[in-house]
């Protein structure tokens, strides 16, 4: 079965530290991974996503992300944390394998960025 | 400002009622879909249209009822609700199937449904 596992419920970060939040998937074939964060009373927004080729993804807002292969993983990160970036982040696989694939979100880590 | 926009932000409504949910995507996309967020559980797919053809229902309960005139409009109908339904309701749209080349879904701000 096709899952996607965020083994932490939240994250607490000092301001200007790195900062990791961990993702790890299981599903068959090539798949396509995304990070999303969702702030207060909003929907979700699209941050990053793995397609193919370089393992490392650049996205919005200084975000970055590590595909690695063998370790089933695609972990968020960002060199020096803010105080904004206090979200809830929810890491999504598609498993790429069909067209009719869907999107399977994990169950969302929530970042706490202190001053 | 997003490409997909949900109307109202919020709604409380009695179990009785009946109202609907509309979302509107300015993104030229062909899929779109509800997906429902309660607290403390994951992501819930509700619906999936493709060209305005209904590909998925994840057993929602008939007084949840989809419709979708065309690949830019998705409405949500409500009727009798109950206060377990009560949630943050998320539409979104993507140029095709996710599954096909890791087509990014994107989200509206959702409405917040309160069932009394």
């Known amino acids: 079965a096709q899952s996607v596992a965020q083994p932490e419920d939240q994250v607490n970060v000092a301001e200007g530290n790195p900062l990791t939040v961990k993702c790890t998937y299981s599903?068959?074939?090539?798949?396509?991974l995304f990070w999303y964060v969702q702030y207060p009373n909003r929907g979700l927004q699209f941050l990053l996503k793995y397609i193919t080729g370089d393992n490392l993804v650049k996205g919005s807002y200084g975000f970055e992300a590590e595909f690695n292969k063998s370790q089933t993983s695609f972990h968020l990160k960002k060199p020096s944390a803010l105080v904004s970036d206090s979200a809830l982040y929810f890491c999504?696989?598609?498993?790429?394998?069909?067209?009719?694939?869907?999107?399977?979100f994990g169950s969302g880590t929530r970042l706490s960025i202190r001053p | 400002e997003t490409g997909v926009t949900q109307t109202p932000r919020h709604l409380v409504m009695g179990m009785t009622n009946k109202k609907s949910l509309k979302c509107e995507q300015h993104l030229g996309h062909n899929a779109m879909y509800w997906y429902k967020q309660s607290a403390k559980k994951p992501l819930e797919l509700m619906f999936v249209?493709?060209?305005?053809?209904?590909?998925e229902n994840n057993s929602v309960p008939s007084r949840f009822s989809p419709e979708c005139p065309n690949s830019s409009h998705l409405f949500l109908h409500l009727h009798t609700l109950q206060p377990e339904d009560s949630a943050l309701y998320l539409c979104?749209?993507?140029?095709?199937?996710?599954?096909?080349?890791?087509?990014?879904?994107?989200f509206g701000e959702g409405s917040w449904l309160t069932v009394v």
């Open positions: 249209y493709n060209f305005k053809e209904q590909t």
């Open positions: 979104a749209s993507s140029q095709g199937r996710t599954g096909l080349s890791g087509n990014t879904i994107y």
């Open positions: 999504a696989v598609a498993p790429g394998y069909s067209s009719a694939s869907k999107i399977i």
């Open positions: 599903v068959s074939g090539n798949p396509y």
